[in-house]
């Protein structure tokens, strides 16, 4: 059963059009001005609040790159594994019945990662659970991060499950389809493994000046830290 849910999953996102620690990352607020400095260049600050102290971490010359394709301005976000193609919410609506504020990943379940469970115990996780009880309402935890949760997968079995979806996508790249579409976004297992749910949300927010400065607050940490391995090392440590 949980073979074809999850090749259907995997076709649905195809056919949708992708240790030592500081507290930065688990009290992240995602408190974010922007300011422009030049047409290309934007200066980024992002502040945390932790016991009533104000930190800002301040970003200069950050560009904001677009891409143009068939005619169509995209606004384009970096991750570990290239460069994305950020459609408008409008746009990656599909089948949606709500305007997504999250890219397509936020959303999906493929079946590199399901897999790490039982057929038996997913399906049972996937449908007799509260995951879907509002189908109408836009989900604010990241479905793969509640996976992940729930039954404490391992960050060396996630690595793995995303060298086998890199696989896939390049064997795509290869057939000539162009894998830059948000569709075919790659999970970064950094920001998951922080098992910060608003560094994880902005990460994921079609809103790339959010996104962004996640993505800056997440580098500024890992200089120092390491992410967690387990959600219940992170419960132990928090």
Not at 65 to 94: C, M, N, Q, W
Not at 175 to 192: K, M
Request: proline residues 4%.
């Amino acid at each position: 059963m949980k073979k074809i849910i999850s090749f259907v999953l995997i076709i649905i996102a195809i056919m949708a059009l992708t240790s030592c620690k500081e507290t930065l990352p688990s009290q992240y607020t995602g408190e974010i001005t922007l300011q422009t400095v030049t047409d290309e260049n934007t200066t980024l600050q992002t502040t945390t609040d932790e016991d009533t102290t104000v930190q800002t971490v301040n970003y200069e010359e950050v560009t904001l790159e677009t891409v143009i394709d068939d005619g169509i301005v995209y606004p384009v976000f970096r991750t570990p594994h290239g460069l994305i193609k950020v459609a408008s919410a409008e746009e990656a609506r599909g089948e949606f019945p709500f305007l997504p504020s999250y890219r397509l990943l936020y959303y999906e379940m493929r079946g590199t990662f399901s897999d790490l469970v039982e057929d038996s115990i997913f399906d049972e996780w996937l449908f007799n659970s509260d995951k879907f009880a509002n189908n109408d309402a836009e989900p604010q935890k990241m479905l793969l991060l509640e996976f992940i949760q729930d039954f404490d997968i391992p960050r060396e079995k996630i690595d793995k499950a995303i060298e086998n979806v890199l696989e896939i996508v390049h064997s795509l790249m290869r057939d000539g389809i162009d894998i830059e579409f948000e569709r075919y976004e790659i999970p970064n297992a950094d920001v998951l493994y922080t098992f910060n749910s608003v560094l994880i949300n902005d990460y994921y927010s079609r809103d790339l000046k959010k996104a962004i400065a996640a993505e800056k607050s997440l580098q500024e940490w890992l200089k120092n830290n390491q992410p967690y391995r387990t959600y219940s090392e992170f419960l132990a440590d928090n």
